[in-house]
């Protein structure tokens, strides 16, 4: 079965969103992060309501929960929810975010208008090959475009309003959720798992159309705190031990050719340290720790610390302490428990005419925190490219297909609930 949607009505939903900024901020300590997250999230609020969903909540924390009722004859349908996230990366700008629709894309390169430096090209952007003679949506040059995971955003609230208008289509109970300050690893500190409301999940949070991620990282922090020893600069010979100068060594004497984001790939982990703070008494470094494999961390956190004890022996009367931080942790030993919930996914992509990848994520998404918080929740595409850059980019056709996808995900569960 074939689903018309309106591409025009998707393109103009998002652009919407991605005016509307919502970078959240790691350095805050209130939640969320940012205030104004809640403008995405009242908004969306409101137009679930006037939608006609009569289930819609936010609260204090700039979630919201909403639900659409079943139009299934059947009485135990399972109930499915989906989810995005309303925060943009702190990466890049989200402030006066102007969304330039390109429509029949023609495989040129793209200078955008506000920077003439950023281009988007198929050299550096090969999916553009994809795209040709379709609508794609850049950003203008001075700020990302918000596509993660505003896209997520506009392709659920897209499929609530295709199932509201065309009701004899059977499905269950569907649970929408938005969460705030997911970009600053926070995106499920405060949701309340009884509104969520299903015992399985998705996030719409992926890129290419077809893809399907039911692995992440597991994920760490680790902060090596190096304490000095401060002393009067005119009178510190013999007595002074800088802690900054010690960090400094310390990064040094990290591995150069391994162990880093940027000499990683695939199904390796890494070592990154994120951020340096201090003075001559006291100085912190912070670090994330990621692996596929959830008992790997140990071993990166013991060579990590080794490294560390290593340089600060170096000095007399140094010390240093090493605390670690859970972060989140591999979905899949969650998911492979529950095979169902990815192969119904995977049967919907191939329903709606494309192609399944089954991706690993080099990171995580608010569904590696839910699969452990009882909702097993792999990820699902949206389009999204060069997320958290000036030369970020999504295209509406494969935004388009996500809706499709979610609306055949959603027959599919009331189909195998017999």
């Excluded at 950023?118 to 050299?123: A, D």
Aim: aromatic share 6%.
């Amino acid at each position: 079965m074939d689903f018309h949607i309106n591409r025009a009505s998707l393109a103009e939903r998002f652009m919407r969103y991605v005016q509307i900024d919502t970078q959240s901020d790691p350095e805050s300590e209130t939640f969320p992060t940012t205030e104004k997250q809640k403008d995405l999230s009242r908004l969306l609020a409101q137009e679930l309501k006037d939608m006609g969903v009569s289930r819609v909540e936010t609260d204090a924390f700039g979630y919201v929960y909403a639900t659409l009722p079943a139009t299934s004859s059947k009485t135990a349908v399972i109930p499915i929810c989906f989810c995005a996230h309303v925060d943009t990366a702190p990466d890049c700008s989200g402030t006066h975010v102007k969304p330039i629709l390109h429509k029949n894309y023609d495989g040129k390169d793209i200078i955008l208008p506000d920077d003439k430096s950023q281009v988007l090209s198929v050299k550096d952007a090969p999916y553009l090959l994809t795209q040709i003679g379709k609508d794609i949506i850049t950003a203008s040059g001075n700020t990302l475009l918000g596509a993660d995971d505003k896209s997520g955003v506009a392709i659920i609230m897209e499929m609530a309003a295709f199932l509201l208008q065309n009701k004899n289509i059977p499905h269950g109970e569907i649970k929408i959720v938005f969460t705030p300050d997911e970009e600053v690893g926070k995106g499920t500190a405060k949701i309340d798992m009884q509104k969520a409301g299903a015992p399985f999940g998705y996030t719409l949070d992926g890129g290419e159309a077809g893809s399907l991620e039911e692995e992440t990282f597991s994920a760490d922090a680790a902060t090596i705190t190096v304490h000095g020893i401060i002393a009067h600069p005119g009178y510190a010979k013999n007595t002074l031990v800088n802690a900054m100068k010690i960090a400094g060594e310390i990064l040094a004497a990290l591995p150069k050719n391994e162990w880093s984001p940027e000499t990683t790939d695939g199904m390796q982990g890494f070592v990154h340290p994120v951020s340096l703070n201090g003075m001559a008494e006291k100085t912190t470094i912070g670090f994330i720790v990621r692996d596929f494999k959830t008992a790997e961390l140990a071993n990166h956190h013991a060579r990590l610390k080794e490294i560390a004890e290593k340089v600060v022996a170096g000095f007399k009367g140094a010390k240093m302490e090493y605390t670690i931080h859970e972060q989140y942790r591999n979905m899949k030993d969650i998911l492979q428990q529950h095979p169902q919930v990815v192969a119904y996914a995977a049967e919907a992509i191939k329903r709606a005419g494309l192609t399944v990848k089954m991706e690993s994520i080099r990171g995580g998404t608010d569904g590696s925190r839910l699969s452990y918080m009882g909702m097993p929740c792999p990820n699902i595409f949206t389009g999204m490219q060069n997320i958290h850059s000036k030369l970020e980019w999504i295209s509406v056709y494969d935004m388009a297909k996500s809706v499709e996808t979610l609306i055949h995900l959603s027959m599919i569960w009331e189909e195998k609930n017999m």
